[in-house]
T-cell receptor, first 116, second 110 residues
Framework: GAGVSQSPSNKVTEKGKDVELRCDPI?????LYWYRQSLGQGLEFLIY????????KSGLPSDRFSAERTGGSVSTLTIQRTQQEDSAVYLC??????????????FGPGTRLTVT | KQEVTQIPAALSVPEGENLVLNCSFT??????LQWFRQDPGKGLTSLLL?????REQTSGRLNASLDKSSGRSTLYIAASQPGDSATYLC?????????FGKGTTLSVSS
């Protein structure tokens, strides 16, 4: 079946502009995660959605970052007033359920964001 | 705070060798440990998931072990092939999200 898809695959934007990154999880997966992979920083958690519960935003680096998940499926990560340090690969993952950590997280191909 | 360390950071071996990648974590209170593979410019591919109650998992030429009490996991790759060249990431789940190590970049020469 179809895996996690993300769009765009690459995004170049000017400093100060807003960007939106999209994630389409595996059908039936109720948990959705956003991670960021920066040079020298490794992979870091940003935000997590589980069903209709309030999202866990504990990993968001600043209030310029926000995310929403509509209808329990597609998610959009928005970065406002982008800065050069926001340049990274943004990865989305989904899993069946997160409770107890029993299920694998499946990752999308990522969106490479470059802020010039 | 949970920290995950992977050693070595890079490894080069000739084709056919058996090899071991190491992962250590500081807090043994985990739900599971997952090994991923990442090819250049690509996303992550899940290789093996070990639940906290398990000691090891096997898939083909890959075998992953978990010693939760000592905070260690190893990924054993048998009879390495050039196609195994990639970055291997270890991640633990203790709460909502995965906490990743920085990876071991493996190069297998033919």
């Amino acid at each position: 079946g179809a895996g996690v898809s993300q769009s765009p695959s690459n995004k170049v934007t000017e400093k100060g502009k807003d960007v939106e990154l999209r994630c389409d999880p595996i059908s039936g997966h109720t948990a959705l995660y956003w991670y960021r992979q920066s040079l020298g920083q490794g992979l870091e958690f940003l935000i997590y959605f589980q069903g209709n519960s309030a999202p866990d935003k504990s990993g968001l680096p600043s209030d310029r970052f926000s995310a929403e998940r509509t209808g329990g499926s597609v998610s959009t990560l928005t970065i406002q007033r982008t800065q050069q340090e926001d340049s990274a690969v943004y990865l989305c993952a989904s899993s069946l359920v997160t409770g107890g950590g029993l299920y694998e997280q499946y990752f999308g191909p990522g969106t490479r964001l470059t802020v010039t | 705070k949970q920290e995950v360390t992977q050693i070595p950071a890079a490894l080069s071996v000739p084709e056919g060798e058996n090899l071991v990648l190491n992962c250590s974590f500081t807090d043994s209170a985990i739900y599971n440990l997952q090994w991923f593979r990442q090819d250049p410019g690509k996303g992550l591919t899940s290789l093996l998931l070990i639940q906290s109650s398990q000691r090891e998992q096997t898939s083909g030429r890959l075998n992953a072990s978990l010693d939760k009490s000592s905070g260690r996991s190893t990924l054993y790759i048998a009879a390495s092939q050039p196609g195994d060249s990639a970055t291997y990431l270890c991640a633990v789940q203790a709460g909502t999200a995965l906490i990743f190590g920085k990876g071991t970049t493996l190069s297998v020469s033919s």
